[in-house]
């Protein structure tokens, strides 16, 4: 049950983040484009340098908003031995 509710969060959160993503990543292309004589001039230097900064900046917000785990909550609770 958990691992299909993992799942379902998972397929949401990515499918949304794809669709936005895509939006805007369309609108920034079409705002860089030049049609000159029938033939489309796009910059892609702006548009991915807009899209890196704005993926940096999406980084420093979550990492921003994650809890830090304390150290003592990463120990290893049982010995290797009990593996073998």
């Not at 499918?15 to 029938?38: S, W």
């Not at 892609?44 to 304390?70: E, M, N, Y």
Request: proline letters at 1%.
């Amino acid at each position: 049950m958990k691992s299909q509710a993992q799942g379902i969060i998972f397929l949401v959160t990515f499918c949304l983040g794809l669709l936005v993503e895509t939006l805007i990543d369309g609108r920034i292309i079409n705002f860089y484009t030049q049609t000159i004589a029938n033939s489309r001039d796009y910059d892609w230097d702006a548009s991915w340098g807009i899209t890196s900064v704005l993926s940096i900046a999406l980084l420093v917000v979550f990492l921003g908003l994650l809890k830090r785990i304390p150290k003592n909550h990463l120990k290893i609770k049982t010995s290797w031995t009990t593996y073998f």
